[in-house]
């Protein structure tokens, strides 16, 4: 199943092409994306952190989880929707791009992640999130966590870079992961 | 006072030549500039949260402060050596970015003022002055937002 229709008839929306025509939209698009995965992010850190047992080992790991939750959802809904409309206003080369491929795979993992830390392992954080030391598995989610939400920032921000897109010949394994050939007609 | 001169020189240093021509070494270090942005800012941005009675509030603001200043300081040194490998790489097109000398200033006031204003309020003992905390607080918030926001807008001019 192939994306790429859907990607063009998105590029070719009106909404698309405003935006990335738009000399200040984008860029402000961009920032307020940098800026809320610091709140994002950031705030996940710290909870990793704590599940690691580098920080704030006083502080149970349910009061941490409780009060810094809303802003992870404020940051999150932000960082996505600025995301999502970053990718709006460039589908096709996004969809085509290396980077942008491996970010989402990124994402999937650490979303599936926090699904298993939210719905196991936090489960019976009553019996543990005292310790300052949390036990492996929850130390293991925190580094996970931290590792997959690196990859995702790294490999969003290379995003940027042109070196594996489809106007230029590629490898083999290049036109496989990023589903394009290089036409020299086009 | 012509700085230009300066500027060049860092351009055409080893370290602005080897990054400018190399294909990875620009996005290696931008990739690391970002992610120490996401430690430092989510160190900064919990302890003002404390300081606007938000986020870690059962907390004092004193604990959350020293917990947080590792992450803190050594975020900001891996963003200032980071950053300075980016600056060598593009020097003279920084010289004429408006951006770039938004940044640098709103840089030079934030550090300042977290170093000193912002340092003494949250690792006080007491818990008196709440307005005071409060404007600390989004001081800090505004500086760091406006040295964020103008650094990302250098790749977007010029």
């Known amino acids: 199943m192939s994306l790429l229709p859907f990607c063009q008839w998105l590029a070719a929306t009106p909404g698309s092409i405003a935006l990335h025509e738009s000399l200040f939209m984008y860029p402000l698009i961009e920032s307020v994306h940098v800026l809320t995965i610091c709140l994002f992010v950031g705030m996940t850190m710290v909870l990793d952190l704590r599940l690691t047992g580098l920080v704030l080992r006083k502080v149970p790991v349910g009061d941490i989880v409780s009060r810094l939750q809303p802003w992870m959802f404020l940051g999150f809904f932000v960082m996505v929707t600025s995301g999502l409309l970053l990718f709006y206003a460039i589908p096709i080369r996004s969809y085509q791009n290396i980077f942008f491929r491996v970010k989402v795979v990124f994402l999937v993992l650490a979303g599936l992640n926090a699904l298993v830390f939210h719905t196991g392992i936090f489960a019976d954080a009553a019996a543990w999130g005292r310790d300052a030391e949390p036990p492996s598995r929850a130390r293991l989610a925190g580094v996970a966590s931290l590792v997959l939400w690196a990859g995702v920032i790294v490999t969003g921000r290379l995003i940027a870079y042109n070196w594996f897109d489809c106007d230029k010949p590629q490898p083999g394994w290049v036109q496989v992961a990023t589903g394009c050939s290089y036409d020299p007609q086009q | ?158």
């Not at chain 2, 055409?12 to 942005?37: D, N, P, Y």
């Not at chain 2, 986020?55 to 050594?74: I, T």
């Not at chain 2, 600056?87 to 006031?109: G, R």
Request: charged fraction near 15%.
């Open chain 2, 1 to 158: 006072m012509n700085l230009l001169p300066l500027f060049q020189w860092c351009e055409e240093s080893g370290l602005g030549r080897t990054v400018r021509e190399s294909v990875w070494a620009f996005a290696a270090v931008e990739s690391i500039h970002l992610l120490s942005l996401a430690t430092m800012g989510g160190a900064v941005l919990l302890v003002d949260l404390r300081l606007l009675n938000l986020g870690l509030r059962q907390r004092p603001v004193r604990e959350v402060a020293s917990e947080m200043q590792p992450f803190m300081n050594r975020g900001l040194a891996v963003l200032v050596v980071s950053g300075l490998t980016l600056f060598a790489a593009e020097a003279v097109k920084c010289y004429y970015s408006s951006p770039f000398q938004l940044k640098i200033l709103a840089l030079l006031v934030a550090t300042l003022f977290t170093y000193t204003v912002r340092r003494k309020v949250v690792l006080s003992e007491s818990t008196e002055g709440g307005g005071a905390r409060i404007l600390v607080a989004l001081v800090s918030i505004g500086l760091w937002f406006t040295v964020a926001a103008a650094g990302r807008w250098i790749g977007f001019s010029g």
